[in-house]
């Protein structure tokens, strides 16, 4: 199957190994919202090399990644980063599998967007589900970031308490 969307957006990272699934995270709570025609979100996990590098299609013009990385920065804090800051060879998942080689070579076709959230605690080899409070916090702001990365103005989306559904205004 290839991704025939204008803008992809791909959650990456291992839920099993607690601030890692930062990115699976962001993922599943968009996919909760109504987005417009042309966006898909998906929650790639660890696959998403295979998902990113092999299965995009002419037609994606925008590429959004949601992925914890280590920069030093208090836990919590979100960046955006362009693929020409991410160091070659130092933005690995938990496999060990360097995305930074393949993203260079693909940001001439597409243009990458990096949202990247300062870990407090990757468990790795130690399984821990579940974001740590600081990451967690940080969830609602990397979702008005994926907005506006879409061209989606902050509050043209709202929650429909009574049925637990999304909706647009």
Not at 21 to 50: C, K, M, S, W
Not at 81 to 101: C, Q, R, Y
Request: a negative charge.
């Amino acid at each position: 199957m290839m991704f025939e969307e204008e803008i992809l957006v791909v959650g990456c990272g291992n839920i099993l190994f607690q601030d890692d699934g930062f990115g699976p995270r962001v993922a599943q709570d968009l996919n909760n919202y109504e987005l417009p025609p042309g966006i898909r979100v998906i929650d790639a996990g660890t696959g998403a090399p295979h998902l990113i590098f092999t299965l995009l299609d002419e037609t994606c013009k925008k590429l959004i990644i949601l992925d914890c990385i280590h920069w030093g920065a208090k836990p919590g804090t979100l960046r955006k980063f362009s693929v020409d800051e991410l160091p070659k060879g130092k933005f690995i998942d938990a496999h060990n599998w360097t995305l930074s080689e393949p993203l260079h070579d693909l940001k001439d076709k597409v243009e990458i967007v990096v949202i990247g959230c300062q870990p407090a605690k990757v468990s790795d080899p130690d399984i821990e589900i579940g974001l740590t409070e600081e990451v967690e916090k940080a969830i609602p702001k990397a979702i008005e970031m994926v907005f506006e990365e879409i061209g989606i103005e902050h509050g043209t989306i709202r929650q429909d308490t009574r049925e637990n559904v999304w909706s647009t205004i």
